[in-house]
């Protein structure tokens, strides 16, 4: 099986789970928060395509669906442009107010400009390094890696906190 294989079938595993946790999700149940400094759905959501879309883009060279494709203006978020969620404040999280069809939106978009990504790629390039901050430096393979698994992380944490407001009487 080839990288690209692979990674394709991870990212569908993001897929999967991130339209599983959004699948009939209301505006209660995506901003429920298990205490007020907790994140929610809409916000983890939000911020695993931000991430994704940022990374992407880079290894590609593109600029980001979030402005280009116009989602910034869509989700009208009170952050500054280049915002994916990191080290944001439990009151940024509480601003992240989307509803699950905008959120699964954004999400496809992303997911299906990766897996196009991915389609261009040869084994070789996934060698290529794409940041030498790091040591050791960080290829493409490794930064499609962290994606994933930050990805995951956030989409099973979103899908925990779906069962605890579920457990609490909310859909």
């Known amino acids: 099986m080839l990288s690209?294989?692979?990674m394709t079938d991870a990212f569908g595993r993001v897929q999967e789970a991130v339209h599983a946790v959004l699948v009939g999700a209301g505006s209660d149940l995506l901003e429920f928060r298990a205490d007020p400094e907790a994140n929610t759905i809409a916000w983890l959501v939000w911020h695993l395509t931000r991430v994704q879309d940022d990374h992407v883009a880079d290894l590609m060279g593109?600029?980001?669906l979030w402005t280009t494709a116009g989602w910034q203006k869509r989700f009208d978020l009170p952050f500054a442009v280049g915002?994916?969620?990191y080290r944001q404040s439990a009151g940024e999280v509480a601003a992240v107010r989307a509803g699950s069809d905008l959120l699964r939106g954004y999400f496809d978009a992303v997911h299906e400009r990766t897996i196009a990504y991915l389609g261009t790629l040869r084994e070789d390039d996934f060698s290529r390094v794409v940041d030498t901050r790091w040591?050791?430096?960080v290829t493409v393979a490794v930064r499609l890696v962290s994606v994933i698994g930050d990805d995951l992380e956030h989409a099973g944490q979103a899908a925990f906190v779906r069962g605890l407001a579920q457990r609490a009487?909310?859909?």
């Open 135 to 137: 040591t050791p430096p």
């Open 4 to 6: 690209t294989d692979l």
């Open 83 to 85: 915002a994916t969620g």
């Open 169 to 171: 009487g909310l859909h």
């Open 62 to 64: 593109e600029p980001q």
